[in-house]
């Protein structure tokens, strides 16, 4: 079945530096990949998100890659803040047949250290 | 209304009891999905619903959980025979639209949550 894979678990960069985490994804056949953020007892809420048909979006300090080939992407956070730390989930749509089905991965809790 | 929202937002119950959870999502959203999180986990696809009916309940883990939506709004998730690995914050998203033309109307928003602690 389809099945997203994200690494690491936890990340601690310094305050300023940047952040890089890591999601592969089963299914070639997916093509919406979205990142949520999940700061402690609050809801997961989308950051960024992107479609198949680009390699890269970004939105400030956030930029996603895709390669499609390999079937995996990236979230990339540069010049990190202390109000970045929380859990990153990636996520990724099902096959044809579910393709509103959207899969999480386990998670990255980073940590910003000052 | 302005958000998703989730009742209760804590459950605590015995083994064997019956529960019911429930999502009311934003006005107008016609998808809507189930997700269950335990700690340090992401969340865990259960069942998503376009409309009334269940479009995919493939996430479902067994026969004791169950899920409604009769008037293609609020949702009702029913779980039998509480078990205490059923223990887990229970979220609820919806979204504009579901399906395979995944054009911006379909980002997921979230529900705070329901805590459910089977003892």
């Known amino acids: 079945g389809e099945n997203v894979e994200q690494h690491p678990s936890t990340l601690s960069v310094q305050e300023g530096d940047s952040a890089v985490i890591k999601c592969t994804y089963s299914?070639?056949?997916?093509?919406?990949f979205p990142w949520y953020k999940q700061e402690l007892g609050k809801r997961p809420q989308l950051i960024i998100d992107?479609?198949?048909?680009?390699g890269e979006k970004k939105d400030q300090r956030i930029a996603v890659t895709l390669n499609k080939t390999a079937k995996h992407f990236s979230l990339h956070i540069t010049e990190t803040q202390p109000e970045d730390s929380a859990v990153y989930f990636c996520?990724?749509?099902?096959?044809?047949?579910?393709?509103?089905?959207?899969?999480f991965g386990s998670g990255t809790r980073l940590s910003i250290r000052p | 209304g302005a958000g998703v929202s989730q009742t209760p937002s804590n459950k605590v119950t015995e083994k064997g009891k019956y529960v019911e959870l429930r999502c009311d999502p934003i006005?107008?959203?016609?998808?809507l999905y189930w997700y269950r999180q335990s700690l340090g986990q992401g969340p865990e696809f259960l069942i998503y619903?376009?409309?009334?009916?269940?479009?995919?309940d493939s996430g479902l883990p067994n026969d004791r959980f169950f899920a409604v939506r009769p008037e293609g709004s609020v949702s009702t998730l029913k779980i039998q025979r509480t078990e205490r690995g059923d223990s887990a914050v229970y979220l609820c998203?919806?979204?504009?639209?579901?399906?395979?033309?995944?054009?911006?109307?379909?980002?997921?928003?979230f529900g705070a949550g329901s805590r459910l602690t089977v003892l």
């Open positions: 998203a919806s979204s504009l639209i579901g399906g395979m033309d995944f054009s911006g109307a379909n980002v997921l928003t």
């Open positions: 299914d070639s056949a997916s093509n919406y």
């Open positions: 992107i479609r198949s048909n680009v």
């Open positions: 996520a990724a749509n099902g096959p044809y047949s579910s393709a509103s089905k959207i899969i």
């Open positions: 006005s107008g959203h016609t998808a």
């Open positions: 619903f376009q409309g009334t009916g269940a479009a995919d």
